[in-house]
């Protein structure tokens, strides 16, 4: 059973700085792609980064130069990096695991962006 297990969600004020981090059980050859979703209430789980094991790298145009993606293949470990945060990106934080076998889920961690 592969686990995802995440970390770095608080609350934090505007233009402040948050660090999320998602380890993995699964093994390091069946990795394609590691990445985080956002999910607001009542909106749809939207894709905030992501970066394949070739470490190609995809962002949402809303972080662009705000938002930093990397991973630690020793690790087995993706990390987001997320630099002037604003009240708009708050939610509850996703992360997503592609293999060869398939897709699998963390269990979310919140973001509040609030003074």
């Known amino acids: 059973q592969v686990q995802l297990v995440e970390s770095g969600g608080g609350l934090v004020q505007p233009g402040g700085s948050l660090r999320l981090s998602c380890a993995t059980s699964a093994s390091i050859w069946n990795i394609r792609e590691m990445g985080w979703y956002h999910q607001a209430p009542g909106k749809q789980r939207e894709l905030v980064a992501s970066i394949t094991h070739g470490g190609s790298t995809n962002y949402a145009d809303s972080v662009k130069g705000r938002f930093t993606i990397s991973r630690d293949n020793a690790e087995k470990s993706v990390y987001l990096q997320m630099n002037s945060l604003k009240p708009e990106d708050t939610s509850v934080y996703y992360c997503?695991?592609?293999?060869?076998?398939?897709?699998?889920w963390g269990q979310g961690t919140p973001v509040t962006v609030s003074s």
């Open positions: 997503h695991l592609r293999t060869i076998t398939g897709d699998y």
